[in-house]
């Protein structure tokens, strides 16, 4: 899809680095894939934050972090807050009627990608507060009668679950109890008055998606082969966390033995990722999930978790294959677990001395 | 290394909390350290908390590396709260290397040392 290479290159010439200059030779991308081969002269490019230094933007492969924007769907955002600056509430003017009409255009999009009927979409500020009113709300509705949730380890959003739960016993429509009170916007289900060009925004990303998600999805998961194939040609002991078939193919977690990951995305400073080690959460426990996969604890802490998006590049593959073969082998040198298994002593049944 | 009986070996810590430091220190004839190396599965915090520890005991006596603090350490890389079990294990790895040390000139000495 030549368009879809247009945006990717429209969305980075939009990024420039924080020194301001843009060099007329990376005009076309700032990231450190394209600059791999050209040592430029002096360090103009070169972003100081936090007392770390790097030559360039990162690559980014956090998708499950957070996605960058669509061109197409900034497009549509942009327009709708310049013109659709009334509120949707407003019954009395046209600048109500059309900003209404924008979100109820929203939510038929928003409805078609997931199969539901928009009378069953109701808009709120996100994943966080979606997840709060649907577990606290139905169990409040319900609580004088049910008082039973079921969940899995490895799920935070309890959404679906309870509803399917209610909906077999045969209740057409399930009943909540609001978490934010107030004008009675959303059916009484979620009362603030709504973010016009957030809704058409959201609605036109889903319209995009349900559009181009056969496209995207063999995209995707051609480069997260690329890039563990790529890793696993040069590095021995890594691990997928997790079903390689049953997966979202935009995620790959990867542990990489005998070294730790905080350490390593340290050394990655040129790449975004995430890690499931204790280190990089607040609670210094390893993730959670990790866990309830059955990943040993000594493995979660080696775990760096990459994401790839619609328009992550083969370049940018390439060189955070480049870069984590590099770390991973810098600090496999700087690890006495690896200097134990080389020397053919089983880690397994060693008596750490605690404490 | 570990069977040179004037370089004392350290390992400290566990892989299952995500930590494991191994300090070797080499003495020479007059009880001064003139060498140290470290190895370190650990976070940002960890290496160079082991790394740092290298540092300050080279030429250093036994009885002087035995005082380095694990709050010395700590400030000196600015740690936050979260990381200073970091320091404490590079403490203890610096003593569990001199213990070896010593454990090893006991026996060289053909006593057995009791520590």
């Known amino acids: ?355 | 290394m570990r069977m040179i009986s004037n370089v004392g070996t350290g390992v400290v810590g566990a892989p299952a909390c995500g930590d494991l430091m191994k300090l070797q220190v080499k003495f020479d004839g007059s009880g001064k350290i003139v060498d140290a190396r470290f190895k370190t599965f650990g976070c940002g915090s960890a290496i160079p908390a082991s790394s740092l520890a290298t540092e300050w005991v080279k030429g250093k006596s036994m009885e002087e590396v035995l005082t380095i603090k694990n709050s010395q350490i700590a400030k000196h890389l600015f740690l936050p709260p979260v990381k200073l079990h970091c320091s404490m294990l590079a403490e203890d790895a610096i003593k569990a290397a001199v213990k070896d040390y010593q454990k090893k000139q006991g026996e060289a000495n053909g006593e057995t040392f009791e520590a």
């Open chain 1, 1 to 355: 899809m030549a368009s879809k290479a247009i945006f990717s290159t429209l969305r980075r010439s939009l990024t420039k680095p924080h020194g301001g200059a843009v060099s007329r030779r990376h005009h076309l991308s700032t990231t450190s894939a394209a600059t791999a081969s050209e040592p430029y002269p002096g360090d103009e490019h070169a972003i100081v934050m936090k007392g770390v230094r790097i030559s360039g933007r990162p690559l980014y492969l956090d998708m499950q972090s957070t996605t960058p924007l669509d061109p197409r769907v900034f497009d549509a955002m942009n327009a709708s807050s310049i013109y659709d600056y009334g509120n949707p509430h407003s019954r009395t003017h046209l600048y109500g009627w059309e900003a209404e009409n924008a979100v109820e255009v929203a939510r038929i999009q928003v409805a078609k990608l997931i199969g539901a009927s928009p009378k069953e979409i109701v808009f709120l500020s996100g994943a966080t507060e979606a997840n709060n009113t649907v577990v606290k709300g139905v169990m409040h509705f319900y609580k004088d009668k049910k008082r039973h949730v079921i969940t899995t380890q490895t799920e935070h959003k309890c959404v679906l679950d309870s509803c399917r739960h209610l909906q077999q016993e045969g209740r057409p429509r399930v009943r909540l109890e609001p978490l934010m009170n107030g004008g009675g916007q959303e059916r009484g289900l979620r009362s603030g008055t709504l973010a016009t060009q957030q809704v058409v925004g959201f609605g036109v990303a889903c319209e995009l998606a349900m559009k181009e998600m056969e496209y995207d999805e063999k995209w995707i998961k051609r480069l997260q082969e690329r890039l563990l194939n790529g890793v696993r040609e040069k590095l021995d002991g890594v691990v997928v966390n997790g079903s390689l078939e049953s997966r979202y193919a935009g995620n790959l977690n990867l542990s990489f033995a005998y070294v730790e990951g905080e350490s390593l995305l340290m050394g990655l400073k040129e790449v975004a990722v995430s890690s499931g080690s204790a280190c990089t959460s607040a609670s210094l426990e390893p993730s959670y999930v990790l866990r309830a996969l059955g990943v040993d604890e000594d493995m979660a802490h080696t775990s760096i978790r990459f994401g790839i998006g619609r328009f992550t590049t083969e370049e940018e593959i390439d060189k955070a294959v480049e870069l984590t073969v590099k770390q991973v082998e810098k600090l496999r040198e700087m690890s006495p677990l690896y200097e134990m298994v080389k020397e053919g002593i089983d880690i397994k049944n060693i008596q750490w001395s605690q404490h």
